[in-house]
């Protein structure tokens, strides 16, 4: 097992700027990715970023250029830098630790992230 514990959400005004992060425990596995996913009101899930333990980062076109991805191997942490933020990007991102091999998903418990224009 793997938990997942996220924090850093907030509400901002759009064009501020809001740093996500989330520290993974539990079970080690050699090949992984750690991420974000957001789910707004009435739509699916969908990703934000990712990036693997061997440092391949994928973005959704959407936030291309003003979120960041990040990690720190030593203390399991991920985070999420997200700059100039719009109303649309207003959901409940949820932290997604996936085994590859596996095609294992472990989840966070969700943080909202609320941007006012």
């Known amino acids: 097992q793997v938990q997942l514990v996220e924090s850093g959400g907030g509400l901002v005004q759009a064009g501020g700027s809001l740093r996500l992060s989330c520290a993974a425990s539990?079970?080690?596995?050699?090949?992984?990715?750690m991420g974000w996913y957001r789910q707004a009101p009435e739509k699916q899930r969908e990703l934000v970023a990712t990036?693997?333990?061997?440092?391949?980062?994928n973005y959704a076109e959407s936030v291309k250029g003003r979120f960041t991805i990040s990690r720190d191997n030593a203390k399991n942490t991920v985070y999420l830098q997200m700059n100039s933020l719009k109303p649309e990007d207003t959901a409940v991102y949820y932290c997604?630790?996936?085994?590859?091999?596996?095609?294992?998903?472990?989840w966070g418990q969700g943080t909202q992230v609320t941007v006012s224009s």
């Open positions: 997604n630790f996936r085994v590859l091999a596996a095609r294992l998903d472990y």
């Open positions: 539990g079970r080690t596995f050699n090949f992984y990715a």
């Open positions: 990036i693997t333990n061997g440092g391949t980062i």
